[in-house]
């Protein structure tokens, strides 16, 4: 079936430090990949939607300069947390479908990010 | 707004029983719903999905119902077992083709 791989899977880092998690589909082409957020005991929260070779789709109250997202390839989608804080530390969670709406959403195993 | 909620954030249920997770949603105009199954420290797995010009699907021990006039999603798990226990999400495609997630309903196996 089809696999989402994300990496790393759990990463400690310093407050102000820059973080990047990288999103893989491994046996299909990503052609549009999904980034959510999700803190504990709460739901996932979508926060992006990007589609290989264009600009990311940010949803309401997501601040486009503290989460860049790149998907320069059918396979690769990557966020980066800019200049993070404590607040940032959450479950970071990736998500991809190949073609169109019509074509299951496959969800990555998640980032455990922390900001010491 | 959109928004898709659930009515009871934590279920216990004694191993073998049936279960029901039930899902509330807003928006009259979703059209495809899907449930999610989501283990501790691990991203959400497909379970079963249903399109809103049916009412009723079933898979390998799970059912999904689907009522339109009163906007509710319930999943059935059939002889439930301690595998089952995690945090179960219902969601929905809203008009940008966009999945959402309700608040989830953590189920609890009794011994």
């Known amino acids: 079936g089809a696999v989402v791989s994300q990496h790393p899977s759990w990463v400690i880092c310093k407050s102000g430090t820059s973080v990047k998690i990288e999103c893989r589909s491994l046996d299909f082409q990503a052609t549009t990949m999904f980034w959510y957020r999700q803190f504990p005991k709460q739901s996932l929260m979508l926060m992006a939607t990007s589609n290989e070779g264009s600009k990311a789709t940010y949803e309401q109250g997501v601040e486009k300069d503290k989460f860049l997202i790149n998907h320069a390839s059918l396979t690769l989608s990557t966020l980066t947390v800019t200049s993070a804080h404590p607040e940032d530390s959450s479950f970071y969670i990736c998500?991809?479908?190949?073609?169109?709406?019509?074509?299951?959403?496959?969800f990555g195993d998640g980032t455990r990010l922390s900001i010491l | 707004g959109e928004s898709v909620g659930l009515h009871l954030p934590t279920l216990s249920v004694q191993e073998g029983d049936n279960s029901i997770i039930n899902c509330a949603y807003s928006n009259s105009a979703s059209d495809y719903f899907i449930w999610y199954k989501q283990e501790s420290g691990k991203g959400p797995q497909f379970i079963i999905d249903i399109r809103s010009n049916m009412d009723k699907r079933q898979g390998q021990r799970v059912t999904v119902l689907l009522n339109k006039t009163v906007k509710h999603l319930s999943l059935q798990i059939a002889a439930t077992q301690p595998g089952d226990s995690a945090v179960y999400f219902c969601a929905e495609r809203n008009r940008d083709d966009k999945i959402i997630f309700g608040k989830g309903t953590r189920l609890h196996i009794l011994p």
């Open positions: 998500s991809a479908r190949e073609g169109t709406s019509n074509q299951p959403q496959h």
